[in-house]
């Protein structure tokens, strides 16, 4: 027979037969290759079946031609391993990727220019593009499962409606049918892109069941399927840690999921990893949302590689969907209502709040398969902090009281059958972990202590019953072929044996902890973390001071333009000045950061800033030749929106004269009538119309509703060029100087963040700017103004040097330096379970373990370690910082024992 894959309203089928999607994103590029093998074994016993694989363009074609598949670059190693370890793959070839991952996964060198639209049919993208493909589908294409290999799926590109690029949706069908031409034979499908002839999976958390089911209303043939469960999410750079997604949460997405039919999922991220290097990207939201080096994304196997609480509930999931999800799934997508009778808990005053409802309650509908015919479920929710009761009466009359933990969902089914054996289960009170006909094996679970009740109709009445070793804790009663099981949870579980003829039933009621952990030995116990002192020494930067090795440049121009296309670059301005110079220095283009040094010493920072960001600097320099020094740091490209592909470094020269002003207030706000008025609203004269709210501060605007629009007056001069820079949430709404629009933002086009020249909108004197904000809740903004006389550019000889390189010589006392520590592999234990960095207080910069770079650091939280592979080790180890600004103070190794 030949291999097979199909996708179809129900789902999957695989050689023909149901497959439901047990899937997990681990992305091989941000795990050391000495890890895929432990990642994926760990994987396969949480029950997954298939892994889920993005595949970063930039990251295997550097240079133009230039391939790199080798160490955790080597795709078809991973691939293969897959294969080896009996799991299935979902490949994303992109181009882009998103993924938090520079640039989107576009390599730099084919955005350096500007000139391509990037994610259209494009001639020169596409051309591009399709090159890539020719060397990426030799690798995919003998591995596909239709060849013997162990890809499944192959999605085109990726959330091409999430973009900000409107109207090239046809650049989906010509990147399907590039695969296609280049022998894809998977199915291939879109994510928030919806192509026709191909089926479209979504992607989301809070309400994505609901959204499946909206989704099953309106394209009737669609599967529902789940491409990215986003189970955790990613830090960035001065933010909180995000460990906003429980466990628990997904414990109840996971069973509402389940019971509208769901035919498989991925989890965005299963193990997120490392954003080694410089390949954390940057993302909508704001001025400051760069991604942080460690990928932990709060995933249920975090960046070390140990099992969280999320991994053992979604565990116990994967565990029952792989049991019965395949049959179970098209039976809940076409069920309807009715079946089981339920009555909620009442609401008593002073005891109970009552109130809840089940998620759904359903029978099988007409098209089920005969053995579901009778099938019925009910998924008893409870959203609350304490547990609640429901009453459910089966079909045939039995009457269960069933408890429902806090924050969770009790699925309760009646006449399910198990499998092939004739036992059907008529109702229960516990969790079902799985039914495994090969061992004749049912697991039943709860909470210790928990009194349970199990109903079972056997094919014929058994020859014999056995539970020794349950004692009082369990009853069981027989009628015929009828089973009843009266139980309570004890902390070792208990066991049941029905044997009838050369068949057998076995029983096991366990606690979930053991639950979990089913078919395995326990679980490690966390272990102590301990931290060793490391001595170091701090160095200089060559490029700091030396005089050779520069390219001469007529003014700045983009990192990318001078084949920097990535982390440090070194601008140099000489001047000779015959008078002196006192000045603020205004650098209206700069992408991200710039140290600077005057003649050798630090004088300051410019660019993005947690307290802001920072345009001019003031310079006082005497008569003579002074050597100016800008650290240009590239902290990331983005990867989502409009601005993909945007350029890095100084974008243009320095100005003398500059400006900047925080404008975040003095704002007027109007939003009683105003949604009648359109986009008329932004010619409002502030002086001349009342507000609902005068003087208002965009940081501490105590206000919410669907549409504020905020108006403010400005004073500028002739001669001189103007910039704006807004920053804030992710809301849609638009921005306006004097009544013409200048930018309209959304969540996925540019949201959060505005940077624009507005000189040539303005006029000498008073000038409005007005700022339109859909959805508003009380998040800070903040406003910049920033002016500078483009007639003085700073009078220098420029120049470029790319990197940063370590110098023999000892640190000067400011400034940008090298920080060296050294520790010998015997110092640690053998097995170790987790190494990191712990920086101190070190502010910023890059690590290198033996010469591998490690990525960023940056000492604004919310990451305090950085991880250190423990495969990257040698009997003797550097630790190598390159350090911006502070270079005094203790770093640490923390490390934990396996």
């Known amino acids: 027979m030949n291999a097979t894959v199909r996708v179809g309203r129900q789902g999957i089928e695989l050689d023909g037969r149901p497959f439901y999607l047990l899937s997990g994103c681990i992305h091989y590029f941000r795990w050391p290759r000495a890890e895929w093998r432990a990642l994926l074994e760990q994987a396969r016993w949480a029950g997954l079946n298939t892994i889920d694989t993005v595949i970063p363009w930039n990251r295997h074609e550097p240079q133009p031609g230039v391939f790199d598949f080798a160490d955790e670059a080597d795709l078809a190693a991973f691939l293969d391993l897959c ?3 009996g799991l299935k793959v979902i490949v994303r070839p992109g181009p882009y990727i998103c993924a938090e991952w520079e640039n989107g996964g576009l390599p730099a060198w084919l955005t350096a220019n500007g000139d391509l639209r990037l994610r259209t049919n494009d001639p020169a993208f596409l051309s591009a593009v399709l090159r890539w493909f020719d060397t990426l589908m030799p690798i995919l294409v003998p591995r596909q499962h239709t060849r013997g290999g162990p890809i499944i799926l192959c999605q085109i590109e990726n959330e091409h409606w999430a973009s900000g690029v409107y109207g090239a949706d046809e650049h989906q069908q010509t990147l399907a049918r590039a695969a296609l031409e280049r022998g894809i034979e998977v199915p291939q499908y879109t994510c928030m892109g919806a192509t026709p002839g191909y089926p479209e999976f979504r992607n989301g958390w809070s309400g994505i069941a609901e959204k499946l089911v909206q989704t ?6 669609n599967p529902l399927i789940v491409s990215e469960l986003w189970s955790g999410w990613f830090d960035t750079w001065g933010g909180h840690r995000q460990t906003r997604k429980s466990a628990a ?10 019971a509208v039919g769901c035919a498989g999922f991925s989890h965005w991220m299963w193990a997120g990893g490392t954003n080694f290097g ?3 990207g940057r993302t909508v939201g704001g001025d400051l949302i760069h991604m942080t080096t460690s990928y932990d994304y709060d995933a249920p196997i975090d960046e070390y590689g140990r099992l969280t609480e999320k991994a053992l509930v979604a565990r116990r999931h994967h565990l029952f969907l792989s049991c019965f999800g395949a049959e179970l799934s098209g039976v809940l997508a076409e069920a309807v209502p009715g079946g089981i009778t339920v009555i909620p808990p009442a609401a008593i005053a002073g005891r109970s709040e009552g109130g809840v409802q089940p998620y759904r309650t359903v029978r099988a509908g007409p098209t089920a398969p005969p053995a579901w015919r009778d099938f019925c479920a009910t998924f008893l929710a409870n959203p609350g902090l304490e547990a609640v009761t429901y009453e459910v009466f089966v079909p045939g009359g039995d009457h269960l009281s069933v408890e429902v933990e806090p924050t969770s969902i009790r699925p309760i089914f009646a006449n399910l059958p198990l499998g092939e054996s004739g036992i059907v289960i008529l109702g229960h009170t516990g969790r079902i972990l799985g039914y495994w006909p090969d061992q004749g094996t049912l697991v039943i679970y709860g909470r210790e202590g928990e009194q349970g009740t199990l109903l079972l109709s056997l094919p014929t009445e058994p020859d014999g019953i056995h539970a020794h070793d349950a004692g009082v804790t369990v009853r069981v009663g027989l009628d015929d072929h009828l089973l009843r099981v009266d139980y309570w949870i004890t902390a070792e579980g208990r066991r049941i044996e029905v044997a009838w003829g050369d068949h057998a039933l076995l029983i096991e009621l366990l606690p979930q902890a053991l639950a979990e952990r089913y078919g395995s030995q326990l679980l490690p116990s966390p272990t102590q973390l301990h931290r060793t002192t490391l001595t170091t020494r701090a160095f200089a930067v060559v490029e700091a001071t030396d005089e050779t090795g520069w390219q001469p440049i007529s003014e700045p121009v983009a990192l990318e333009q001078l084949g920097c296309f990535y982390g440090y670059g070194w601008y140099r301005a000489e001047l000779e000045l015959t008078t002196p110079l006192t000045t603020t220095l205004a650098a209206p283009l700069l992408n991200d950061r710039a140290l600077v040094l005057v003649n050798g010493d630090f004088v300051g920072v410019l660019g993005v ?15 003579g030749r002074h050597d100016l020094r800008f650290l240009v740091d590239n902290l990331g490209r983005f990867n989502y929106g409009l601005h993909l592909g945007e350029r890095k470094g100084l974008l243009a020269p320095l100005y003398l004269a500059g400006s900047q002003e925080d404008i975040s207030a003095g704002w007027a706000a109007y939003w009683q009538e105003v949604q009648f ?7 409002i004269k502030p002086w001349a119309a009342r507000p609902d709210a005068d003087n208002v501060h965009l940081g501490r605007f105590v ?15 002739a001669g001189r060029r103007y910039r704006v820079h807004i920053t804030g949430d992710r809301n849609s709404g638009a921005f306006f100087v004097n009544g013409i629009a200048v930018e309209r933002f959304s969540r996925h086009r540019s949201g959060g963040f505005i940077a624009a020249d507005i000189t040539d909108l303005l006029q000498p004197g008073v000038n409005t700017l007005a700022l339109q ?3 508003y809740a009380g998040a800070p903004w903040r406003a910049t103004l920033i002016s500078y006389d483009a007639a003085q550019p700073l009078p220098a000889r420029w120049s470029f040097r790319a990197g940063v390189t370590v110098n023999d010589q000892p640190a000067p006392p400011t400034g940008p330096a090298f920080v060296q520590a050294t520790f010998a592999r015997d110092e640690l234990p053998a097995r170790l379970q987790r190494l990191a960095l712990r920086p101190g207080i070190l502010d910023k910069g890059q690590i290198w373990l033996n010469g591998q770079n490690c990525g960023r650091f940056w000492q604004i939280g919310p990451q305090e370690d950085y991880k250190l592979p423990v495969s990257w080790l040698t009997t003797h180890n550097e630790v190598l910082l390159f350090v911006e600004q502070s270079r005094s103070g203790a770093i640490e190794l923390v490390w934990s024992e396996m």
Not at 216 to 221: K, Y
Not at 609 to 623: E, V
Not at 677 to 683: C, D, Q, R, S
Not at 707 to 713: E, K
């Open 703 to 717: 206000w919410a509703g669907p549409m504020v629009w905020l108006i403010r007056p400005i004073e500028v001069q």
């Open 249 to 258: 949460k997904l414990d109840m997405l996971l069973h509402q999921l389940t």
């Open 83 to 85: 294969h080896d370890l």
């Open 677 to 683: 008025a359109g986009e008329a609203v932004a010619n």
């Open 216 to 221: 099953r209303q309106l394209w009737p043939d």
């Open 609 to 623: 800033s947690p307290s802001g960001p920072r345009y001019t600097l003031p310079i006082s320099l005497p008569a």
């Open 278 to 280: 410089y390949w954390g």
């Open 773 to 775: 904000i859909l959805n």
